[in-house]
């Protein structure tokens, strides 16, 4: 009974991780279009920030999918960096 009790634990921690992993892959994987878009202009993190008129942690935060990105900042980005790109490109997850 213990060797039960202890596989079940071993396998809810096991799970618990493993969704962790998947939901950490999964924010890895947002806004890839708009990071795709920064490289390829060579705009970095700091011209959102300037753009935006926040901290560059709180633009990379929102670049990394990590706080979300106001409708506002998003027209700005795409008009004044991105015009050739729309809007559901550029900030699908």
Not at 67 to 91: D, G, N, S, V, W
Request: one cysteine or more.
């Amino acid at each position: 009974m213990r060797l039960h009790n202890i596989l079940l634990t071993f396998y809810a921690f096991a799970t618990t991780i493993n969704t962790e992993i998947t939901h950490m892959r999964r924010k890895e994987r947002s806004m890839e279009n708009l990071r795709r878009e920064m490289a390829a202009k060579h705009i970095e993190i700091k011209d959102l920030a300037e753009l935006w008129h926040v901290h560059r942690n709180t633009a990379s935060a929102k670049v990394n999918g990590k706080r979300p990105i106001t409708i506002e900042e998003a027209f700005k980005a795409q008009e004044t960096y991105f015009p050739e790109c729309t809007l559901t490109y550029l900030f699908s997850k």
